[in-house]
């Protein structure tokens, strides 16, 4: 169970079993009007990080917004 490594955190993979004894991370970021090249998926040091900045201007006003979401991945995790 995944939960234990994230301490009832909003980020929240879940293993998927995929068949031949394979398993697969899976998780769900809302992102709402982030474009692709807005987000940055990495692995440092057995995190896994998601993080984004999205910028919006018009005539009237210039916006910004960030997110950075971690969490330590279990243990034997292969990263492909």
């Known amino acids: 169970d995944y939960t234990g490594f994230l301490g009832g955190s909003d980020f929240q993979p879940v293993i ?3 068949g031949n004894n394979q ?3 899976e998780l769900t970021v809302g992102m709402k009007d982030y474009k692709p090249q807005e987000i940055k998926v990495s692995v440092k040091n057995n ?3 998601v993080q984004g900045e999205h910028r919006h201007k018009d005539e009237n006003r210039s916006e910004r917004s960030f997110f ?3 969490t ?3 243990p034997g995790t292969q990263i492909d």
Do not use: A, C, G, Y
Request: proline content about 7%; overall charge positive; aromatic content about 6%.
């Open 47 to 49: 995190e896994l990080i």
């Open 23 to 25: 398993k697969q991370l």
């Open 68 to 70: 950075f979401k971690s």
């Open 16 to 18: 998927v079993d995929k």
């Open 72 to 74: 330590t991945l279990p």
